[in-house]
């Protein structure tokens, strides 16, 4: 439900994933398996309500996936022993970057070179998610609201587009590498369905002030649980 209202939900899942003892390839390849659902119904939820702009996903839809494929490619070549403190130093980081950013508000004014600025979203971020992913959904929504000027409403439904792009990519890679648990990926891409039809309504009954309550809740839980892993 929070990852189909503003993005995030890869920071609770990815952490819990490691926390009881998955090594990083596999938490990363077992959290792409469960979120796919997730970003896959909010994106049917949020396309059944006519909020997609079909010219943006033409074009985003590839890109995120041609990110995403880099970006997992990457990450399996990396030794388990080298990744999982470079993932625990993104979760911070990425937290971090979250907790400080500027007010979500919409941005009214002309953007210039719209189908580039999209592009590299859809590139960057894709490549991002691919690689590690906590937060991009986050990241996609303040993207298109500060850089495309869309509404934080309409900013998280089309950033569904990038995210499912880039979650089936990177979980194509991973399965065919043997790098997703199934037995914990199936059960949580249940609870995804639903959590990812449920949010995606609850988004568009809520409009944008829900959108920057949830985007604030996620932040600074994760940066309280992360401050407390850190002290113990």
Do not use: C
């Not at 939900?9 to 090594?23: D, Q, Y």
């Not at 648990?181 to 995606?200: D, K, N, R």
């Amino acid at each position: 439900m929070v990852d189909a209202v503003a993005g995030g939900g890869g920071l609770v899942t990815l952490p819990a994933l490691l926390a009881v003892g998955m090594p990083p390839h596999l938490a990363l390849g077992t959290n792409k398996g469960q979120a796919v659902f997730g970003s896959g119904a909010a994106l049917a939820g949020f396309a059944r309500a006519r909020m997609i702009d079909p010219g943006l996903a033409r074009l985003a839809f590839p890109l995120g996936l041609a990110g995403s494929a880099g970006g997992a490619a990457l990450v399996l070549l990396l030794d388990p022993a080298v990744l999982k403190p470079v993932v625990l130093a993104l979760l911070v980081a990425i937290a971090i970057v979250l907790a400080f950013r500027p007010t979500l508000v919409e941005r009214r004014a002309a953007v210039a070179h719209p189908a580039l600025v999209l592009a590299a979203l859809a590139l960057g971020l894709g490549a991002y998610d691919g690689f590690f992913g906590p937060g991009v959904g986050t990241l996609l929504v303040l993207g298109m609201v500060w850089l495309l000027g869309l509404s934080p409403t309409r900013a998280t439904a089309n950033a569904k587009v990038i995210n499912f792009a880039s979650n089936l990519a990177a979980l194509l890679l991973f399965a065919s590498r043997g790098a997703v648990l199934w037995q914990v990926a199936a059960p949580m891409a249940a609870a995804q369905l639903a959590g990812g039809w449920l949010g995606s309504k609850a988004a568009m009954r809520g409009g944008d002030v829900l959108v920057r309550r949830v985007v604030f809740a996620v932040v600074l839980g994760l940066v309280t649980k992360l401050g407390l892993d850190l002290l113990g």
